[in-house]
């Protein structure tokens, strides 16, 4: 198991600016920094920081670097349990960009900011204990993420799915907003809450909603399915149907992969005559799915 406390970092950046001059501050961060975490901060990184930011200490595109950077390494040494401490929401920290899986599972105390984990192609569970902003997972490939609290905008936004990649599988406990799953080509969001346009330009996938209804979902649809509550209402290019005994296997397929993760009581019994699940982790215990309804693209406008 590796932590990493981003504070260390910060730690060590505001040390190194209060001991030195402008002109030597850059060459002796990357000498500390090398020194500590066997990681070299790009020359570029420094007229970026300073034409952006001011200077390089404080510049937020250090500590996302250095973060992606060290954890990279880890990775490659063969570690696959790692802790990330002291995030405050920090900018598309996750991104590792390996072209084939990692095993990893990562746990994240505290929240995450934008485009959290995009381009992720891992085997394992990432665990953010917070929130998380704009484009969790973009574009993601392969692996599945827990989040505790809530997301905002575009919570798998591409999502892909390949001849080689199932797409990324994502549970929000607390609610996403606007256009969930927003051009998903594939993967799974099971999330209690989702905004305006969730589903927007879908065209594979599944968005399950076990929260309220939401507004305006599915709006140039092409393909993929939205479960959601009674009372949703559609975009132009959705339509909403009764749900069939394919829906309810598509459903515990769906909620086989965040069982443990929800607590879910007697899932092997789910069936459209045994349409009640227990979620014992979340304010509303019982679901009954035959309050649900589902969301495709209309027929008639798909060419």
């Known amino acids: 198991m590796y932590t990493l406390d981003i504070d260390e970092i910060r730690a060590l950046a505001n040390d190194v600016t209060s001991t030195s001059s402008g002109s030597n501050e850059f060459d002796l961060l990357k000498k500390k920094l090398d020194e500590r975490f066997q990681v070299s901060i790009p020359e570029g990184l ?82 953010v204990k917070g929130h998380a902003e704009n484009g969790l997972a973009d574009k993601g490939y392969c692996g599945k ?24 599988d994502i549970l929000v406990r607390k609610g996403c907003m606007e256009r969930a799953m927003a051009q998903a ?69 769906v909620l086989r992969t965040f069982e443990r993760d929800l607590d879910i009581v007697n899932l092997d019994a789910f069936s459209k005559t045994n349409s009640k699940l227990d979620i014992t982790n979340i304010k509303h215990d019982e679901i009954d799915f035959r309050e649900f309804e589902k969301i495709v693209a209309d027929e008639n406008t798909v060419h």
């Open 46 to 127: 420094k007229n970026a920081a300073i034409e952006k930011f001011g200077d390089v200490a404080s510049a937020p595109i250090l500590y996302e670097n250095l973060t992606n950077s060290i954890l990279r390494k880890k990775i490659e040494d063969g570690e696959n349990n790692i802790i990330i401490k002291n995030p405050r929401a920090l900018y598309r920290i996750g991104v590792f960009g390996f072209s084939e899986p990692v095993n990893l599972n990562l746990t994240v105390e505290g929240n995450v900011g934008n485009f959290f984990g995009a381009f992720c192609n891992f085997n394992g569970t990432w665990t």
């Open 145 to 168: 993420f827990v989040i505790d609290g809530l997301a905002t905008e575009l919570v798998g936004q591409n999502n892909q799915s390949t001849n080689y990649s199932h797409g990324v």
């Open 185 to 253: 080509r594939g993967g799974n969001l099971v999330t209690f809450g989702a905004g305006f346009n969730s589903g927007l330009y879908m065209s594979d996938g599944i968005l399950m909603n076990l929260g309220e209804p939401g507004e305006l979902f599915g709006p140039g649809m092409v393909g993929g399915t939205i479960y959601t509550k009674q009372g949703t209402t559609t975009g132009k290019g959705a339509v909403i149907k009764k749900l069939d005994e394919n829906d309810y296997e598509k459903i515990k397929n």
